[in-house]
């Protein structure tokens, strides 16, 4: 039996392991506490989009309007996924 090749695998990374791990390199790279969060139904998410970067200390939000996709590419950029790992959501299982 044949085995197969495991490093054209992907590693599955659900969306709420990548947040906490954007917002740890964040806050390292900041020096104060940033926290990546997804926006609620309404009000607050025709104005915020989809997910947001709090800092919390000054109480400010910065970025916002971001998606999935904005949060691949800043995990990626920050060093926090790597190619071998997939992004998983909720809608794909």
Known sequence: MAL????????????????????????????SPMSVKKT???RARSSLGLFYVLNVNRNSIDPYNLDL???VEMAKKHKVMTEY?????DEDE
Not at 7 to 26: D, K, N
């Open 69 to 71: 996709d904005d949060l």
């Open 4 to 31: 197969r090749n495991l490093s054209h695998m992907p590693y599955p990374v659900s969306e709420r392991a990548l947040m906490q791990r954007l917002s740890r390199a964040l806050t390292r790279e900041e020096g």
């Open 85 to 89: 790992e997939e992004l998983v959501t």
């Open 40 to 42: 609620r139904e309404g």
